[in-house]
């Protein structure tokens, strides 16, 4: 699933014609950027795979004072059914993947017990920066979100908050942990 994709279809779907211009400007009014894996500057050459796969198609070039020519597209019949397919499977497929943490974790070296301790509180303190420097993003850009992309930029917040929960968990069970890892380290481990 490609997030570019949907957002671009569907910016050409609820906005009608737009420019690649337009089109990066309608990203920064959204904030898209700040709770979307969308960047504004990936706007232009995905309007060129894009067009090239016609699923948006060219309609006129409009030219404003002083700038350059820019070549307007609009959604083609085929964007349209793309875009149907790339919500639906967004909507419907849960894109959850194993963290590498949890395999280090499952597999710790000898080399790694001492340290233990301070990496998890590591991991926990920047969990926590992570969770409050997003509540102010958040609080930040709230003005500039419809009433459904306020909820969707809590959707972070809430995996973060699971994250700080599991990490303050591991740190509580570290002890057990690290009895039951040194118990099973050999001599040649």
């Known amino acids: 699933m490609s997030s570019i994709r949907l957002f671009i279809l569907s910016a050409f779907e609820e906005r009608g014609p737009l420019h690649g211009h337009a089109l990066r400007l309608v990203a920064d009014e959204e904030h898209i950027d700040e709770w979307a894996d969308v960047t504004p500057g990936a706007v232009y050459g995905a309007i060129k795979r894009l067009a090239a796969e016609g699923l948006i198609a060219p309609v006129r070039v409009e030219r404003e004072g002083n700038y350059p020519e820019r070549q307007v597209f609009e959604i083609t019949p085929a964007g349209r059914e793309s875009l149907r397919s790339i919500r639906s499977a967004a909507l419907e497929t849960i894109d959850y993947r ?3 943490f949890d395999l280090a974790m499952a597999r710790l070296g000898a080399e790694n017990l001492d340290d233990l301790r301070e990496t998890l509180e590591g991991r926990l303190a920047e969990l926590r920066g992570m969770l409050a420097a997003d509540e102010i993003r958040i609080e930040r850009i ?29 740190l509580e069970a570290l002890p057990a942990i690290l009895a039951d890892e040194s118990s099973r380290k050999g001599p040649h481990s």
């Open 98 to 100: 194993p963290d590498p």
């Open 142 to 170: 709230a003005q500039y979100l419809t009433l459904t992309e306020q909820h969707v930029v809590r959707h972070d917040l809430h995996r973060l908050r699971g994250e700080i929960a599991f990490h303050e968990e591991l």
